[in-house]
C-alpha cells in the first residue's frame, strides 16, 4: 500500500513558521522525486518546491525561494518542508507527492503519488 500522510499545519502569524513533513509508507521515499504543491481558496495548485531523485538538488518557485527549505530524511522516509517567514499568500493547502518526472524543477503536477493535504493558514 502507497501512502503519504502530511502532517504539521496549522495556524501562524505572518513572518512565522512552521515546518510540514511528508512521510511515505509502501515505498522507498529515496528512489522518487518528491514535491510540494499548495492550493489556495479560489486558486489552481502551484509548485512550491521539489527534491531531485538523482541527485537530491532542491527547486523552489520564485515565490518560496530564500524562505522554504525542502530536505528529505531517507532513514525515516519522510520530506519536510521548512517554511520561515511566512505571508497571508501561503495560505493554502498543502500537498507534497512523490512520482518519476522527467524534471521536478518544472514544479508540474506529474507525480503518481498524493498525500491528503495539510491546512497551512497565515492569519493575524
Known amino acids: 500500500q502507497v501512502q503519504l500522510v502530511e502532517s504539521g499545519g496549522g495556524l501562524v502569524q505572518p513572518g512565522g513558521s512552521l515546518r510540514l513533513s511528508c512521510a511515505a509508507s509502501g515505498f522507498t521515499l529515496d528512489y522518487y522525486d518528491m514535491g510540494w504543491f499548495r492550493q489556495a481558496p479560489g486558486k489552481e495548485r502551484e509548485g512550491v518546491s521539489c527534491?531531485?531523485?538523482?541527485?537530491?538538488?532542491?527547486y523552489y518557485a520564485d515565490t518560496a525561494k530564500g524562505r522554504f527549505t525542502i530536505s528529505r530524511d531517507n532513514a525515516k522516509n519522510t520530506v519536510f518542508l521548512q517554511m520561515n517567514s511566512l505571508k497571508f499568500e501561503d495560505t493554502a493547502v498543502y500537498y507534497c507527492a512523490a512520482g518519476i518526472v522527467p524534471d521536478c524543477r518544472k514544479l508540474l503536477y506529474e507525480y503518481d503519488y498524493w498525500g491528503q493535504g495539510t491546512q497551512v493558514t497565515v492569519f493575524s
Open positions: 527534491i531531485s531523485r538523482r541527485d537530491g538538488s532542491t
